[in-house]
């Protein structure tokens, strides 16, 4: 799998607020959300409907740290956290830090992604 998927009981909109509580914790921070529906609607697709959203999250200093062993890192920067509904539960998920830093085989930062 390239993933991580849980599912909660809680609301999107509560889940959003949770996980924001949660990574404040790990030092990361949500430097931006996509409300996709919502940005589909203003481009003219009504077609989905389905709460959706996408989160960019960072640590800073993690970020800076990995982007200095290699720039090529940054193609993945900021990480994303999807957190949806579908089947009437909500999902939160995000791929696997070690899939991502994987394509690029650089082994030390193939161990710093398994920290998270």
């Given at each position: 799998?390239?993933?991580?998927?849980?599912?909660s009981?809680k609301?999107?909109?509560e889940?959003?607020i949770?996980?924001?509580t949660?990574?404040?914790e790990?030092?990361?921070?949500?430097?931006?959300q996509?409300?996709?529906?919502s940005?589909l609607?203003?481009k003219?697709?009504?077609s989905?409907?389905?709460?959706y959203?996408i989160?960019e999250?960072?640590?800073?200093?993690?970020?800076?740290r990995?982007i200095?062993?290699?720039?090529?890192?940054?193609y993945?920067l900021?990480?994303k956290?999807t957190?949806?509904?579908?089947?009437?539960?909500t999902?939160?998920?995000l791929?696997?830090?070690t899939?991502?830093?994987?394509?690029?085989?650089?082994?030390e930062?193939?161990?710093i992604?398994r920290?998270?």
């Amino acid at each position: 799998m390239f993933h991580y998927t849980v599912e909660s009981s809680k609301s999107v909109e509560e889940a959003i607020i949770s996980l924001e509580t949660q990574l404040k914790e790990e030092k990361f921070g949500i430097l931006w959300q996509l409300d996709l529906p919502s940005k589909l609607h203003e481009k003219g697709v009504d077609s989905y409907d389905n709460p959706y959203h996408i989160l960019e999250v960072c640590n800073p200093k993690e970020a800076a740290r990995v982007i200095e062993i290699n720039e090529l890192v940054g193609y993945f920067l900021p990480c994303k956290i999807t957190v949806y509904r579908s089947g009437g539960t909500t999902k939160i998920g995000l791929p696997k830090p070690t899939m991502m830093v994987g394509m690029i085989k650089d082994p030390e930062l193939k161990d710093i992604s398994r920290k998270y």
